[in-house]
């Protein structure tokens, strides 16, 4: 519930052990979605490749950004060295992983966070590469559920390499406009970095938008149905926002960090673009809040509404009451079988009565409608 | 409700993507309400000059102040160079916009802002100009509900920008102060940045005010007619409360940036206004500060008072029953048919038995007042 | 009601405009009261002088400190020039404070704040004068409301200049230590600032002194009439604190800027009574806060009281209902008119429904005792 | 109630005034318990003595540190220079005060604090000497309240002179260590100073086991007799902490300035023993956090017995009032008094109708047995 | 309860004084549970050897590391110098921990701390050694309820010391690692220390799984038989996950100081590792946080649900009561013994009677089931 991955797997390991960590009963995948793909796109400002790579061999014979990166900084006209960006959907398969750490240098702590689902979205510089952990979020309509998918980015010099734990799309949105010969191909790889953060923090205004709607349809039943109202899902509202905001708001000292990076591999006009990230981050993270002060609205009025309602039933119970044990507390007088009761025989002793109760009746009618009881 | 703009529009643009995102439904705005009217202002100390702008062709006419600016830093006399201020208000022809950021050398990512509705206030700080953006807020006295509009203004060496989604008439007292040939005149850009972000944050006064006649209203009922308030209404207080919290709070941070700034665009004896704006904007969010504690004094207030006519249902239906069931019980002996019950055939047995349910009567009675039940 | 004056006067109008902001309808103030006294007290070791000052002539030839300060700067002796201080009560007269706002060269933007009620408490620092804002507090013990008089300091090198709305004689005790040759005249007009904020927040123990009268005897009545409290009540007691704090606790800030401050006009050895003020409002700060949770003890009282209170109607209501109905019953039974029932002509069937009956009632008479019910 | 001491005694008069101000009512304590003791114990490393101060004449006769310290500057043999403790306790003659501070130094402000109970903990570094304020806290347990006594410690470089204003023994270990020739006769002041505190700190420890004692014994009897408990000893509980923790959590601070002062009156061996008293304060300060929790946790588990012990007295209710109330009603059907009513002359009508009540009884006790009510 | 092990023992005690003092009543643990293990482990890259220590004076035979490391600073080859780790388990004798500390240099007051029980996780840096403490934390399910056993680790340049209250094998998987020939024995005293650390840590995550179960379990019962549910399990769920957080939340800073430490006992590679475990320590407190909102949350509900049951109950009886009452009053009215009531000899009486009341019983049905009340 409130540990997204079962972490005590890893009770007693030295650090660095390669362990795939899900939050997910494994049992529960079928084995057919325990696929791993991998594609390696390379640009730059006047071609686009894109490749997939069918086996480890594959990937070992890619090239790596280091020596690029040594005759960049001798030779600037070597600004038009292409980017290369590696991405990994998948992570059933350790050797893959394995492979593209020993290839690019990657620490063995960089690689058990990538496989350890179930991080905090942070930023760490190493010394040949920058690791960024981020959270992809859904929300599922039907069960009313935030769902996650651990993103992570090795930013190098000329090379991205991007780990995502299930096969979404997400980044289609940034294969579409490098293919498109946009701006994005003029830049490098720390660009590329912001375009893949951007895409997954633009995700969260549509997620926040679902959450809008959740709360509007609860807000409208209250009003209309407020008996069926429960406070499980009010509660369920405030949980999933949280967990929301568990995953969102980090990524303000990320976007940070980044834009304020002393490294070599963030330049500096893409430094501006983290900070427009951060600002975005920003405002989901005061929507959150602005959601939680819905929550704790709705759950006010919800419980305000059970203490009228028991008002409400109460003063049916007490009206009637009130009204009829008088009443039958006289025709019960009536009811005696006293043998000299002078009444009984009177001949308008019956209208009499009737007339009595109904002034007693009416009477009480106009009281209780004068304290505004019903 | 709680994100004022649909800004998944533009999930997986590039950046720098003009797109016009408005708070509103598109739909709902009548076609004649979407127009643009642009005014160049231009003045110095000796005069004053008010143009409107027609067409994109004329917008492109306009001087810009690079080269006034350059001659300026050579020639001390230039302080006269008169400072020009172009108020957009509409944002529905994003070639307006679009025209503007390329004669003034605006960023992409500023006009992408300037058009995005539903930013927070910020302040930035670019090579050539300062960006701020404010919300400039209404009270719906009818609905009960806050209404922004976003400001964002531009400040150059010597012209000044400023954008305004609606055609509301915020920006008239400045213009008559320039008119007037007021101290305003002698001063330049900086000067009137500061004098768009003041009244925008006194009209913040008036909001202010407007919610305090409504809380007075509030609690006024509350006293008269506790039963008719609803939980509703004070959630609404709280909600629209925390919005315009939301809208003016960043302010303080945007004014403290303008008032440390190391720009040469604010020169130094402006700063000092920028610290009596962040005064202002301080004492508005102590005002709100207050106005929560007075709402969750009402809240407190309601509940209570639900409990305690709870309690005065309850004693009402408590005295009766007290009172009037053990009369019945009585009555219901003497109406037995025990066919020997010697209490029946005793002459005064009528009388006596009324006697004795009204000693039982007045004897309850006194009780509960000395219990001090009503 | 959280704003204290209508600042809203001012919107449009140039900064350092001169209008008269008061937190009182000014309708509701007689002409009478509406007098404005100024005195001119000039004092050194040596000497004392008060004068009433009659018109803004007289003002006029007041001495300023600018050339005494200059003397000062070369001559040491110059140690024993008098210092001035001007107090000004009552702020209707706009005149007299744009007389001396010219003649001690105060800045618009300062008369402003002076003239301006409602302002929060703070200090400023200008090149020729520091300028101090704060708040005299009284407690009105019939309304039990908390009143705010502004009070505003202006320092110069040798003149002390004060502003106060009403005319109240707080710095009474001020002058008669100036009269009686303290050690007050030995030190120049930074002590003698010290001296009057020192006046200001000594008062604030007196009403705290109150408070704490008024909530000791709300807890009081309390405890003998619970049920005659009113959340209204305890609701106004928090909300007098509140504004209690926010008249007090920028004093913090206000103190501490003083004793650190870099200006010349602020003596190294005035700086430890700032110092001293500090820990007095960071007591009176501290001890509202103790208040608060007061506060929240009484209210959590009320309310744990009205539950019980209920509770206990219902126990009432309970015990008489469950002893009564089933015993009507009973009494409804041979109250039936079937012709054939044995019990009725039985002998002592009347005498053994009785007997019945008080088994009944003695039972549940004893079952509730021993349940503790009453 | 939540400020200790009338401070208000004090108003108008200038600083450093010397008014004994104590908390409690003066005319409340007995003149013989009015005494005023001064010890002086003079110690090094090979030496111990104990003087008994009988008369002003006698203080003025103790030696001061002054120039044994001016001479330790320059002779390092000076280190067996002995360190003088003068420990005041009762501070009802003023004149011992005065003369104190006359003889060594101490500034007027500083003795007006040692004279007004109701300071906050706080240190001072002064030219010649620190000064400390502490609360030495004894919790009486027949009360429930938490008792404070200030303690005042001036530490110079061969002297240490400490105020408490009750006679208290609490510095008894330290005189009993001191005569033991112990460790602490090698330092010198400075230890002292810490010896002193860390006295009253591990006194704290002893306090909060109160604490601790009195939260158990009200938790047991929650369990035992809820319906005893009272709202008002809960919010004891509360405040009651509240007013500990005043009085300890400022002493993190005063350790804190301890360790890190630059003084030259606390030599470096010593502050690795203001970390240490530090580390205790934060653990009480850790307890005091963890009783507020245990406090929540009591006042919702009372709040919620309430709930359920109404719910409780009305299901007793509901379910006697439902059982009887139909039965009631058949009764009643058969006790009309129309001529024509066929069951009425059934030879079985009373059986039937009784097997029929019978009926409805037992339905209903399963019906409410099934729905767990009782 | 809030305070964990009785330091009152202590008072009046001089700093550094050794007492064992535990958090159990010392009378409840059986003599035989007192035995203190220590064991000797020396390793360097080729070689591992443990030694079981019987007797202090096997103690005294250790090595120290104070040559060797002087020794190291010379030569560099002096890397594969070993690394001597002492593990102490139980500390009923304090003459094992004093001949330790005699032997390896440690101060009174750290020896004071591990004898200690109940210190708050910290790390104190000393010239020649660095004292860590941390809590190792266990879950006992039966009783729901964290037990603490306090760690301390002193590190030094060649030598590690650790010290546990209990006989737990919590350190095993470290002494596995380091048999197995590991990277770990490539490493020195810092690593080592690191991997105690770790350990503690990763177990930290099993703790929180079983809060985790133990919350799913409370939360399946809640919406299964609500009414079972107690406040007092639900305030034992926030207490619990609060005295874990207190365990847990200091070791934020514990990492922090190791990973930023300037003492050159922490070698530079080996920052990133208690970077690392920093990490793990932040998701563990943010899960308590989660969990915490998940108790709240628990709490809402339940008190939700109080409420509506017992608005569930008065609607039984409201429906009961006013569907009954009214029919009761008529069949009273027939039952009425006036000599002129005609309808009672109307031959269709008793059934016209009988209709109208099948009649009012419909009717009310009906109204009560539009109201949605069953």
Same mark, same amino acid.
């Given at each position: 519930?409130?540990?997204?991955?079962?972490?005590?797997?890893?009770?007693?390991?030295?650090?660095?052990?390669?362990i795939?960590? *899900? +939050? !997910?009963? /494994?049992t529960e @995948?079928?084995?057919?979605?325990k696929? %791993?793909?991998?594609?390696?796109?390379?640009?730059?400002?006047?071609?686009?490749?894109?490749?997939?790579?069918?086996?480890?061999?594959?990937?070992?014979?890619?090239?790596?950004?280091?020596?690029?990166s040594a005759?960049?900084?001798?030779?600037?006209?070597?600004?038009?060295?292409?980017?290369?960006?590696?991405?990994?959907?998948g992570?059933?398969?350790?050797?893959?992983?394995?492979?593209?750490?020993?290839?690019?240098?990657?620490?063995?702590?960089?690689?058990?966070?990538?496989?350890?689902?179930?991080?905090r979205?942070? *930023? +760490? !510089?190493f /010394?040949?590469? @920058?690791?960024?952990?981020?959270?992809? %979020?859904?929300?599922?309509?039907?069960?009313?559920?935030?769902?996650?998918d651990?993103i992570?980015?090795?930013?190098?010099?000329?090379?991205?390499?991007?780990?995502?734990?299930?096969s979404?799309?997400?980044f289609?949105p940034?294969?579409?406009?490098?293919?498109?010969d946009?701006?994005?191909?003029?830049?490098?790889?720390d660009?590329?970095?912001?375009?893949?953060?951007?895409v997954?923090?633009?995700?969260?205004?549509?997620?926040?938008?679902q959450?809008?709607?959740?709360f509007?349809?609860v807000e409208?039943?209250?009003?209309?149905?407020?008996?069926?109202?429960?406070?499980?899902?009010?509660?369920?509202?405030?949980?999933?926002?949280f967990?929301?905001?568990?995953?969102?708001?980090?990524?303000?000292?990320?976007?940070?960090s980044?834009?304020?990076?002393?490294?070599?591999l963030i330049?500096?006009?893409?430094?501006?673009?983290?900070?427009?990230?951060?600002?975005?981050?920003?405002?989901i993270?005061e929507?959150?809040?602005t959601?939680?002060?819905?929550?704790?609205?709705i759950?006010?009025?919800?419980?305000?509404?059970?203490?009228k309602?028991?008002?409400?039933?109460?003063?049916v119970?007490?009206v009637?009451?009130?009204?009829?044990?008088?009443?039958?507390?006289?025709?019960?007088?009536?009811?005696?079988?006293f043998?000299?009761?002078?009444?009984?025989?009177?001949?308008?002793?019956?209208?009499?009565?009737?007339?009595?109760?109904?002034?007693?009746?009416?009477?009480m009618?106009?009281?209780?409608?004068?304290r505004?009881?019903?």
């Amino acid at each position: 519930m409130f540990m997204s991955a079962k972490q005590s797997q890893k009770v007693g390991l030295p650090p660095g052990s390669l362990i795939y960590i *899900t +939050e !997910e009963e /494994e049992t529960e @995948i079928p084995e057919s979605e325990k696929k %791993v793909t991998v594609y390696a796109i390379t640009y730059n400002e006047s071609g686009y490749e894109e490749k997939k790579i069918e086996s480890i061999n594959d990937l070992k014979n890619l090239i790596t950004d280091d020596p690029a990166s040594a005759a960049a900084a001798t030779a600037p006209a070597a600004s038009a060295a292409p980017t290369t960006w590696i991405h990994v959907t998948g992570l059933w398969d350790i050797d893959v992983v394995r492979a593209l750490g020993e290839k690019y240098g990657i620490e063995p702590l960089t690689l058990e966070d990538i496989l350890s689902m179930g991080q905090r979205p942070k *930023t +760490e !510089e190493f /010394e040949t590469y @920058i690791y960024t952990i981020l959270k992809h %979020v859904m929300f599922d309509d039907d069960d009313k559920e935030v769902i996650n998918d651990q993103i992570s980015i090795i930013t190098k010099d000329k090379t991205v390499i991007s780990f995502a734990e299930k096969s979404y799309n997400i980044f289609d949105p940034v294969i579409k406009r490098l293919k498109k010969d946009g701006r994005i191909r003029k830049y490098g790889a720390d660009y590329l970095t912001y375009a893949l953060i951007d895409v997954v923090v633009d995700n969260y205004f549509l997620v926040m938008e679902q959450f809008e709607e959740w709360f509007d349809e609860v807000e409208k039943r209250m009003v209309s149905h407020p008996e069926k109202e429960s406070a499980g899902e009010i509660n369920r509202m405030r949980t999933e926002l949280f967990l929301f905001n568990k995953a969102v708001w980090p990524l303000i000292n990320v976007t940070d960090s980044l834009e304020k990076s002393e490294s070599k591999l963030i330049k500096k006009p893409t430094r501006v673009y983290f900070r427009d990230v951060q600002d975005h981050v920003t405002r989901i993270v005061e929507s959150i809040e602005t959601g939680r002060e819905t929550v704790t609205g709705i759950f006010d009025i919800y419980n305000s509404g059970i203490s009228k309602r028991l008002n409400e039933t109460m003063k049916v119970l007490t009206v009637i009451s009130t009204i009829f044990i008088p009443l039958t507390f006289i025709v019960g007088v009536y009811g005696m079988n006293f043998e000299y009761m002078p009444e009984l025989y009177w001949k308008y002793g019956y209208y009499a009565c009737l007339g009595l109760m109904l002034l007693i009746f009416v009477t009480m009618i106009l009281y209780f409608k004068k304290r505004g009881w019903y």
